[in-house]
C-alpha cells in the first residue's frame, strides 16, 4: 500500500512533465490537423537551454534559488518559444495547403535536425547537473517503508496546474484564444471574418513550445539529466497522451499525460522497467482501435 | 490577402524587390539565429574528469554562425525573387519536350545495364561495390514500402519492423538449425508477411496521421522486444556469426570445396560480394516486377482505388479489409526479403541497425521518390545514399543534413522528383497524369 502510495506520487509526477508536452501535440492537431514531430525535440531544446542559463547565472555569481528557477524558466520559455516559431516559420509554413504527407516528412526532417543539432552544438554525452531543489516531507511512514513527498514534486505539479490554469483562461477569455477556436473551426471562414490565421497557428506553435521549455526545464530538475536523444521518446509517449485523452482536447492531453504517467510507473513497479515504453506503446495502440477518439475527444465524421 | 487558400499568389509589392527588404528580413533572420544560437552554440557543457559539469564559451562559432544565416538568408531572397522573375518565362519548345521525353524513356533501360554492369565495372573497387549493395538493398526496400504507402495510400512509418524481423528470423534459423539462406529467405518473407497481418488486422479501421503513429508505435515496440529479450535474441549484443550464402550449396571460402576450387580459379573475397551484388539485384527486380504486376491485377487496382477513396470503394463493392491486408503483408513480405538479405550480408545483426531513423530514411526514399513511381525510388535511393556517402568523415553532421534535406526538398517538391503517375488504365493513348490531380491516400 505505502509502495503504491509512492509510486501514484511519481506517477504523478512524470504525468504532470507528460500532460504539458501533449499540450502542444494537441493544440497544433486541433488547429492545423498535423502531428508536429519535431514536438518532442522542442521539449529537449528547452531541457537544454534551462541547463545552460542556469549554468550562466551560477557562474554570474547569481546563486538564490528562488531568483535562479524564476530567471531560468523565463530564459527557457522566451527561447524555445523562438525555437517553435522558426520550425513553423521554415518547416510547415511553406507547406500548409500541399499535400497531406508533405508537412508530416517535414516535421520528421526537422525533428531530425533539432537532436542532431543539440548533438553537435552540445555533445552526445549525457549531461548531469547536481540536485537544485532538496529536502521534502515524509508523509507516512510503516514497517519501515517511508512514503515522501520531495519539494521538487510540489514543484512540478503547482507549476503545472498554475501553467494549466493560466493557459485555460486563455484560450477561454483572451482575444488569441478565440481566435485560436475559431481556426481550429474553420479557417477560411475565421480568415474572412478578420483573423490573421498565419499569426493565430504562429502563436500557437510559440504557446506549445513555451510549455515544452517549462516541461523540459522540469524534467531536468526532477531526473537531474539532459541529453540530445530524450525529444524522440518522450515526444511519442506525450503524443500518445494526446491521442489517449482525446487529440484537439485540452483537458484530455492533461489526463492522457497524467494516465501515461501513472502507466510507466506502476509498470515499472510492478512489472519490468525494461518494457515500460512497451506498454506506453501498447496503451496507445490499444487505445486506438478501441477508443479512437479518445477518453474526452470528439468522433469525426467523415462526409463524402 | 485574407484568403488563407491562395498563400502562394501573393502579388509581389514593389517594395519587396528593393535591396532595403532583402537587409531587413536578413538581419531580422540574423538577429532570431543570435538568439536561437547564443546558449546552444555560445556556450558548451561538459561533464567535466570529475563528474561534475563544466562549460566555455564559444563567441567565435557563434559570431561564425549568425554571419552565416546572414549571408544565407541575403542569397536564398535573391535566388527567390531571380527564380520568380525567370520562373514565369520559362516555356520549353516543342522540340527540346519531345527530346526530354525521349531523353527519360532511356533512363530506366540504362539504370538496369548499368546496375547489371555494376560488378564487372567495378570489379576491383570493393567500396564501390559495397556502396552499390547497400543503394540496392535501399531500393528493394523503398520498392517494398512503395507498395503500402504509394499505392495503397497507407502511412507506414514502422516499415523497419519487417526488416528487423527478416534478418531476426534468418539470423535465428540458421544460427539456431543451421538451415541455408536459400531456405530460409522464403520464411523470412512469409514470417514477415504474418507480422505485416498481425500489424494489419488491429489498423485497418485507422486513417493517415493516427495509422501513422500506430505503425511507429509498432517498429519502437519491435525494436524494444528484441533489445531486452535477452536470451532469445541476445539483446544489445546482438546475433553474430551468421552464415553467408552459398551458391547452389557451393560455399564460397577459400577450401577446396569452395567455388574457386571448383571453377578452378584463384579465390578472391571480391567473388562474395559480387554474389550478393546480384541476389541484392535479383530480389529488387522481383520486387519491381511483382509490382508493376500486382497493379494490373484487380487487387492492385483495388489498392489504387482505396488509395483514391476509401468510402467510394466500399461503396462499389471492394473489400477493403482484404485489400489493406494484403497490402500490409506484401509490403512487409518484401521487407523481410530485404532484413534476410541484409542479415547474412552483414553476418551480424543489433537492434541498432533498426530504428526509427531507418524507416524515416526508407518512407522519404518513397516519398521524395514521388509516391507510387518506381523509378523515383531509385534516383532518391541513389541520391540519399549516395548524399549519405558525401559525409564519411563527418558523421556527426550526417542526420543533421539528412533532415535538412528532407525539410528543403519536401518545400521544393511536396510531390518527390517524378511527381507524375503513369495510369494503369488509358483509353487509346498513354498520358501522364500529374499527380495534382491525384489525391494522397487517407
Known sequence: MDYFAQQLINGLVLGSIYGLIAIGYTMVYGIVGMINFAHGDIFMIGGFIALISFLVLVSLGITAVPIVLLLVVLVAMATTALYGWTVERIAYRPLRHSFRLAPMLSAIGMSFVLSNFSQVAQGARVKPVPPIITGGYTLFEQDGFVVRLSNIQIIVVVTTVVLLAVFSWMVTRTRLGRDMRACEQDQTMAALLGVDVDRTISMTFVIGAALAAVAGMMYLLYYGVVDFYMGFVAGIKAFTAAVLGGIGSLPGAMLGGLAIGLIETLWSAYFSSEYKDVAAFSILIIVLIFMPTGLLGRPEVEKV | ?442
Not at chain 2, 178 to 207: D, K, N, Q, Y
Request: charged share 15%; glycine share 10%.
Open chain 2, 1 to 442: 490577402m485574407t484568403d488563407p487558400t491562395l498563400p502562394a499568389s501573393k502579388p509581389k509589392r514593389a517594395s519587396q524587390l528593393g535591396a532595403a527588404f532583402i537587409l531587413k528580413k536578413s538581419l531580422l533572420s540574423a538577429f532570431v539565429a543570435l538568439v536561437l544560437f547564443s546558449l546552444m552554440i555560445g556556450i558548451r557543457t561538459d561533464a567535466g574528469p570529475t563528474g561534475q559539469l563544466i562549460h566555455w564559451t564559444r563567441f567565435a562559432d557563434l559570431a561564425i554562425m549568425v554571419v552565416l544565416v546572414f549571408a544565407g538568408s541575403i542569397l536564398t531572397e535573391l535566388f527567390r525573387q531571380w527564380w520568380a522573375a525567370r520562373h514565369r518565362a520559362l516555356v520549353l519548345p516543342e522540340s527540346a519536350k519531345r527530346g526530354l521525353f525521349t531523353l527519360g524513356r532511356l533512363v530506366v533501360p540504362a539504370l538496369l545495364i548499368f546496375a547489371f554492369l555494376v560488378p564487372v565495372i567495378f570489379y576491383n573497387q570493393r567500396y564501390m561495390l559495397d556502396l552499390g549493395i547497400l543503394v540496392l538493398t535501399y531500393v528493394m526496400l523503398g520498392w517494398g514500402l512503395n507498395i503500402v504507402v504509394g499505392l495503397a495510400g497507407l502511412l507506414d512509418l514502422g516499415y523497419v519492423a519487417f526488416y528487423a524481423v527478416g534478418a531476426y528470423s534468418y539470423a535465428l534459423l540458421s544460427t539456431t538449425f543451421g538451415l541455408s539462406f536459400w531456405l530460409c529467405l522464403p520464411l523470412a518473407g512469409i514470417l514477415a508477411a504474418f507480422w505485416g497481418m498481425l500489424l494489419g488486422f488491429p489498423v485497418l479501421r485507422l486513417r493517415g496521421d493516427y495509422l501513422a503513429i500506430v505503425t511507429l508505435a509498432f517498429g519502437e515496440i519491435i525494436r524494444l522486444v528484441l533489445l531486452n529479450w535477452q536470451h532469445v535474441t541476445g539483446g544489445p549484443n546482438g546475433i553474430s556469426g551468421i552464415p553467408r550464402p552459398s551458391l547452389f550449396g557451393i560455399p564460397l571460402t577459400a577450401g577446396p570445396n569452395g567455388l574457386a576450387a571448383h571453377l578452378g580459379i584463384p579465390f578472391s573475397p571480391t567473388h562474395r560480394l559480387v554474389l550478393l551484388f546480384y541476389i541484392i539485384l535479383a530480389l529488387a527486380l522481383l520486387t519491381n516486377w511483382v509490382t508493376l504486376r500486382l497493379r494490373r491485377l484487380p487487387i492492385g487496382r483495388a489498392w489504387e482505388a482505396l488509395r483514391e477513396d476509401e468510402i467510394a470503394c466500399r461503396a462499389l463493392g471492394i473489400n477493403t479489409t482484404t485489400t489493406k491486408l494484403t497490402a500490409f503483408a506484401i509490403g512487409a513480405m518484401f521487407g523481410g526479403f530485404a532484413g534476410a538479405f541484409f542479415a547474412t550480408r552483414q553476418g551480424f545483426i543489433s537492434p541498432e541497425s533498426f530504428t526509427f531513423q531507418e524507416s524515416a530514411l526508407v518512407l522519404a526514399i518513397v516519398v521524395l521518390g514521388g509516391m507510387g513511381s518506381q523509378l523515383g525510388v531509385v534516383l532518391s535511393s541513389l541520391a540519399l545514399i549516395g548524399g549519405f556517402e558525401l559525409f564519411r568523415g563527418f558523421e556527426q553532421f550526417r542526420m543533421l543534413a539528412f533532415g535538412g534535406a528532407m525539410v528543403l526538398l519536401m518545400i521544393w517538391r511536396p510531390r518527390g522528383l517524378i511527381a507524375h503517375r503513369e495510369p494503369s488504365l488509358f483509353l487509346g493513348e498513354r498520358t501522364k497524369i500529374t499527380s495534382d490531380l491525384v489525391k494522397e491516400g487517407r
